[in-house]
């Protein structure tokens, strides 16, 4: 087994700021994974990674940057911080290939003040 | 590319009665599914991972049906208690792709009245 672990729980900002989530996994997994959650709406990706330094954009990507130091970790920045951008932010990893599970982090909250 | 629209968005049930959540998608390369829960405050669990050539899965306590000639995919808690009250999400992988994407309905929240 493993986990993944996101810092910090909560991130509290105000609007125009840069501000950065990380996440940590011990699966040893290749593929990294950001998505935003919001209600009623479901999972967005932002960012993927398939290894180490490689990024992929999501259909979210705009407005966010992401950086894949090491094969265990993966972080998120949130460029401009913006009230319309409060959500809950989900870190995943999976094995590579296509029929490989997704596991979670327990997300990050963002608020914006 | 895929779409995945998942029903209903809000479900309330009585303790002992069952649950139907359903996903529908678009893609005829769909081929692995699943089924996640997440309960209040917590991160996605997988409840179950199904692949194309299996159209009846039974967990604990649920079944999940695919039909892929319809492309519906649903999740059925037979008899629901008060620890099932949680918001369910369905997911899709497409065989073909190389994009590590899934696509995921938009969450049912369920509320399983004791």
């Known amino acids: 087994g493993g986990i993944i672990t996101q810092t910090p729980k909560f991130l509290i900002g105000q609007e125009g700021q840069k501000l950065t989530l990380k996440c940590q996994q011990n699966f040893n997994h290749d593929t990294m994974y950001w998505y935003r959650q919001d209600s009623g709406k479901g999972l967005r990706l932002i960012y993927y990674?398939?290894?180490?330094?490689?990024?992929q954009k999501g259909d979210l990507s705009e407005g966010y940057d992401a950086s894949r130091e090491k094969k265990s970790s993966f972080s998120l920045t949130v460029t401009s911080a913006q009230k319309n951008e409060m959500a809950v932010f989900l870190c995943?990893?999976?094995?590579?290939?296509?029929?490989?599970?997704?596991?979670f982090g327990e997300g990050s909250r963002l608020i914006v003040v | 590319g895929e779409q995945v629209e998942q029903r209903p968005p809000h479900l309330s049930v009585r303790e002992g009665d069952s649950a139907v959540i359903t996903c529908t998608y678009t893609?005829?390369?769909?081929?692995?599914f699943f089924w996640y829960k997440q309960e209040p405050g917590a991160s996605l669990q997988l409840l179950m991972k199904v692949f194309s050539s299996t159209e009846i899965n039974e967990g604990q306590g649920f079944t999940v049906l695919l039909n892929k000639k319809d492309k519906r995919l649903s999740l059925n808690l037979t008899a629901a208690h008060p620890g099932d009250s949680a918001a369910y999400f369905c997911?899709?992988?497409?065989?073909?792709?190389?994009?590590?994407?899934?696509?995921f309905g938009k969450g049912t929240s369920l509320t399983v009245i004791p």
């Open positions: 995943a990893s999976s094995r590579t290939g296509v029929g490989n599970t997704l596991y």
């Open positions: 893609d005829p390369n769909s081929y692995y």
């Open positions: 990674s398939i290894t180490e330094n490689d990024l």
């Open positions: 997911a899709v992988r497409i065989s073909n792709t190389g994009y590590q994407n899934f696509y």
